[in-house]
């Protein structure tokens, strides 16, 4: 075994003089004897000289840690750790495990991910994430109200504060406030956001965060019929305003469609429900950050659908699963998996070929919730789901798969009875926050389910 994962390493092409800055110390300046190669075989006293075995080993640490070890992945820098007491020792290094993790999942997903290693550290998190050995459901309440009370509302995760803005009310009144809870506190509860100003009262929209302490409002079902409108917020303002951004070539007006955010600016919004009822297949991207930003149609389609989820995996990379979804005449939950790369020159959504149990995926289901784990796989869970199946049943794809393969991931603790898309938010990339239940009409948002990926530092206490 050891052979075979050195092996990996004799074609490295590295250029010794063009190291950015040390990362390590050196040990010594001892040549490795084969005691280091390999712990177990101390009791031998034979030596050999360096140029006998792997010249991988006459690399100093520096080089190793940073020109090779680094641009690993997690799961592959663990299996070098057990090789031998040398790279044991660099690989727990917490500094290049980091490293190792920013390479592989990018920097605004390590920066995110900050606030969970600081208990853990980056060699035992990444583990976490990668084998989900330490994921489990729990249950806790929170205090404040949100009132009045309402449904189909939509939610997202700023940081370690959840925000909730609009939804239907009694009566199918549309609702216009924003209300923040505050995981960071001591007792948290939920607050209203006073604003000065608000968009026009709506539900069946879609939050979503853009970056720092903004947020994002497009569409949804107002007072006055559907909208295509986008208001943009900064939660950390001093005074909180609701900003409307103008731009050309806006979508349909639409409802329960899908949105997420790339690059921290770049809103994607697709399908919905249009007026009449009719179902949409299209898919549009908005930049944000432009001066003056315009609405540009990606010029690919598939079946017309709504409820269904789109989220960002690899750095370009979409992934859209489930929904309501046209099929002839009639209309049918759905299991399909779609992915598409924003980056190509002319991105098409592709159907995901899946495999696994069941044998087409997790059962058809819409307004679900997908959670892009930082690794780049996708987990599935609850919704309106086709018959007798349970919403907390958890389903796991790697979307990068030569052939991707559904996986149920089974997770001890209290699960939620339900879990819907519009209600539910990633925070820090390891904590999925379901928010309430619901007893017929009446939702109860001070009751909430978190699934928690890794280890919570609190449990170790």
Known sequence: MMGSSLKLFSDANIDLSNISYPVYKQQSNRRPSIQDMNPASHEHTTKIQCSDYCGIFQLSDEVLAHNILSRLSPRDVASIGSVCTRMHQLTKNDHLRKMVCQNAWGRDVTVRLEMSTKMLGWGRLARELTTLEAASWRKFTVGGRVEPSRCNFSACAVGNRLVLFGGEG???????????????????????????????????????????SWLVVFGGCGQQGLLNDVFVLDLDAQQPTWREVTSDGPPLPRSWHSSCTLDGSKLLVSGGCAESGVLLSDTFLLDLAKEKPAWKEIPTSWSSRLGHTMSVYGKSKLFMFGGMAKSGSLRLRSSDAYTMDVGEKNPQWRQLATTGFPSVGPPPRLDHVTVTLPCGRIIIFGGSIAGLHSPAELFLLDPAEEKPTWRILNVPGQPPKFAWGHSTCVVGGTRVLVLGGHTGEEWILNELHELCLASRPDEDS
């Not at 009694?170 to 209300?179: A, G, K, L, S």
């Open 170 to 212: 009694v009566n199918m009144q549309p609702m216009d406030d924003t209300f923040v809870l505050n995981l960071d506190a001591a007792k948290p509860e939920w607050r209203r956001v006073k604003v000065s100003a608000s968009p026009p009262g709506r539900w069946g929209h879609t939050l979503t965060w853009l970056n720092g």
